[in-house]
């Protein structure tokens, strides 16, 4: 407990990093959503707001849209300092892998003509249908 002090301040610092990273993240998708209402509001035809949405995106590429107050940032720098969101926290993909355990035991086998080792996979198969 004498280290009560330097773990608070380590505490604090990892708080105010995170924040600082996860601001580019925020005002990046803050952005970005303009940008589709944007284009959403002009066109009709989803590869027409697509189009409209990347030229609106590159237009302010280059200017200063967020202000820390120590330093200003263009959407580009915002951008590269954000986090890259997989497709599972956009939302895009969802996969389920099923395995059978029957085929990586056959496998781990080498393809076994063991009457004994066959008839007990099989016999396993059969109570897991149960």
Known sequence: MQNKGLVKLFALLFGLVSIY???????ANQIEKEAKTYAESKFQDSEAINDAEVRYLDSISGQEVFDLGIANF??????????NLGLDLKGGLNV??????????KGLANN???PAFNK??????????D
């Open 21 to 27: 990273q996860l601001s580019f993240t925020f005002k």
């Open 112 to 114: 076994s003509k063991d």
């Open 120 to 129: 007990a996979l099989a016999d396993a198969e059969e109570l897991q249908k």
């Open 96 to 105: 389920i892998l099923e395995i059978s355990v029957k085929d990586i035991l």
């Open 74 to 83: 263009t959407f580009k720098e915002v951008k590269e300092k954000s986090m």
